[in-house]
């Protein structure tokens, strides 16, 4: 059984980095795609990121092009999403999950995946 687990939050100020991972056992993490969501307070999950299989294809959110960046090393079974110039706004917990299969869905809709980790806050305030 697929299980993921997703470290690296924290709080930084606006402006500031963060590295998210995500680790992955249980299963080879090879034959999946992963995507990566997040929810603020009384919003609904967003989809944030997600990656292929082999990290040849990645899809963002609009909100986070050109800010967040999805890579993924099967060798080590962990993906990760760095985050640079946090707004405010990215504040919410985060949460890995994995697609059921080697390439991302066409919408990053957190129903088309399944595994999801337990979630890792990040806070981003002055």
């Known amino acids: 059984q697929l299980k993921l687990a997703e470290s690296g939050g924290g709080s930084v100020q606006p402006g500031g980095s963060l590295r998210l991972s995500c680790a992955a056992s249980g299963f080879t993490l090879d034959y999946f795609a992963i995507g990566w969501f997040r929810q603020a307070p009384g919003q609904e999950r967003e989809g944030v990121s997600c990656?292929?299989?082999?990290?040849?294809?990645?899809d963002y959110a609009d909100s986070v092009k050109g800010r967040f960046t999805v890579s993924r090393d099967n060798a080590k079974m962990t993906v990760y999403l760095q985050m640079n110039s946090l707004k405010p706004e990215d504040a919410a917990v985060y949460y890995c999950?994995?697609?059921?299969?080697?390439?991302?869905?066409?919408?990053?809709?957190?129903?088309?995946?399944?595994?999801w980790g337990q979630g890792t806050q990040v806070t981003v305030s002055s």
């Open positions: 990656i292929s299989s082999g990290g040849g294809s990645t």
């Open positions: 999950a994995a697609h059921s299969f080697d390439s991302c869905p066409g919408a990053l809709r957190s129903d088309y995946f399944t595994a």
